[in-house]
């Protein structure tokens, strides 16, 4: 059985809201969906004045990162990385963000040793 950690995307809701929990605290993740480039964005809103909005889901990458080297309130005990453990996509489009390619949620320490 898998025991991978990710977020699930209702793709037929969009834009829609999401109450992520952290360790430290829940966030409000709103994703959104761009049909003319294929791609996703997400915005996450929480207390302690943590706004970050139009994020683009990019393979492969952090989500947040670029915002967590400005901002330390932004959760940093946690990464959210889009990937696809099967190696069949590589990019995160419609027909690939919830089919092969997830939001997996890891340490630091898990993605440092690239642990998906």
């Known amino acids: 059985m898998d025991k991978r950690r990710y977020i699930r995307v209702n793709k037929t809701a969009i834009p829609y809201r999401a109450v992520i929990e952290f360790p430290d605290t829940d966030y409000i993740m ?11 964005t997400i915005d996450l809103i929480g ?4 706004s970050i909005y139009g994020e683009k889901i990019t ?6 990162q670029t915002a967590r080297l ?3 309130q932004v959760p ?5 990385i889009p990937y696809d453990i ?3 996509s590589t990019r ?7 089919e092969n390619v997830f939001l997996y949620v890891m340490t630091p320490e898990e993605y440092e040793k690239g642990e998906f």
């Open 30 to 40: 709103v994703f959104y969906y761009n049909s003319i480039g294929d791609f996703f």
């Open 47 to 50: 207390h302690k004045g943590v």
């Open 59 to 64: 393979y492969g990458y952090p989500l947040f």
């Open 70 to 72: 400005q901002a330390p």
């Open 76 to 80: 940093s005990s946690l990464y959210i």
């Open 86 to 88: 099967g190696h069949k």
């Open 92 to 98: 995160v489009g419609w027909d690939d963000l919830g």
